[in-house]
């Protein structure tokens, strides 16, 4: 892997210390990473956010809190790190605008990690999300929140078999308790700098699934050049996913991405079925997985 152009991958020594603590409006200078947290409602990502900037989002025993993305910042290893808070989300095939922030940011935004927040007291329905964001981006952390309740609970989870398993790196945290923050640190860092390959470990598709894309992704090429995510959208216009393919053909996709885009598009020859229903309000539709 290597890492993005915002990653500077000269000589981060671990030895350094790290600062916890951030700052509302802090100027920061020179080059920075930009983190994403992702993660269903309620697993804490906030409270990671919190503990990382030394900002206050607001927090609490409910999901949903958080409905828009908020941004702070921290420093690890001298290194300037931007991170963004995000609403929770339980799939990238999103239902609520909340949800559509969240998917539309960790899709076309490109950070250089995403930092997936699960639940140790939940974790078997909380991988979903953290597999669907395995299939966009190998720059995947997962962050296995709330050990403390999950320990309480008499849960006991096999870390290093779980992190082989998934082939990325897993930390077990206690946001709320400030425990394994630096671990969860450095893992960031690995990934970014490259140090950590990660090789997440996703089934492959059936073999028509996979024509099928093969045969999508040339056509989605064409219309966006360069577009993150072509896979993921391949497989929403296979799906025959209306609103996805409108944002592809109105450019709307690549606004999000911040890709140029030609004086004149052709609309994709559609390669899939045709769709089956409108969707023409797409904060409100739900899609099918
Ligand atoms: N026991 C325990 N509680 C935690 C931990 N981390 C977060 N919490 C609590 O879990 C609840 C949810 O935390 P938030 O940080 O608001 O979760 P969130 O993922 O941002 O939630 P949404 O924005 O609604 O998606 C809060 O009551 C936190 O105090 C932890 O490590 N241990
Ligand atoms: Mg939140």
């Known amino acids: 892997m290597s890492c993005s ?6 000589n981060n020594s671990a030895s350094q210390p790290h600062t916890f603590g951030g700052s509302v409006g802090l100027s920061v200078r020179g080059q920075s990473r930009t983190i994403a947290l992702a993660g269903n409602p309620n697993t804490g990502k906030s409270t990671v956010f919190n503990a990382l900037t030394g900002l206050r989002q607001h927090t609490g025993n409910w999901p949903g809190k958080t409905v828009t993305r908020a941004e702070g910042h921290f420093t690890f290893n001298n290194f300037n790190y931007k991170i963004v808070d995000l609403p929770g989300t339980y799939s990238l095939l999103s239902a609520s605008v909340d949800e559509e922030i969240a998917r539309d940011y960790i ?11 699960v639940d140790a007291t939940a974790l ?13 981006t190998h720059k995947v952390v997962l962050c296995v929140n709330l050990i403390d309740e999950a320990a309480r609970k008499g849960f006991e989870i096999d870390f290093e078999s779980l992190e082989k398993k998934l082939g990325i790196p897993v930390i077990p ?3 709320r308790r400030k425990q394994n923050l630096d671990r969860l640190q450095q893992a960031i860092e690995d990934v970014c700098t490259g140090k950590i390959i990660s090789k997440p470990n996703i089934p492959a598709p059936p073999a028509a699934l996979k024509e099928a894309i ?9 219309i966006a050049p360069g577009l993150p995510s072509a896979r993921w959208v391949a497989y929403r216009l296979i799906e ?3 609103r996805i393919r409108q944002a592809l053909e109105n ?3 690549q606004q999000l991405a911040g890709i140029k885009q030609p004086a004149t598009s052709n609309p994709p020859t559609s390669p899939s079925p045709a769709p089956k229903a409108s969707q023409s309000n797409p904060a409100h539709d739900k899609q099918s997985a």
């Open 5 to 10: 152009g915002n990653c500077n991958c000269s």
């Open 107 to 117: 899709l076309f935004s490109q950070p250089d990690c995403t930092v997936v927040v």
């Open 124 to 136: 078997q329905r909380n991988l979903n999300l953290a597999f669907q964001v395995m299939e966009i």
């Open 173 to 175: 945290t206690s946001a």
């Open 214 to 222: 093969d045969q999508t992704l040339p056509l989605i090429e064409s």
């Open 240 to 242: 025959g996913d209306v």
């Open 251 to 253: 450019g709307e996709l």
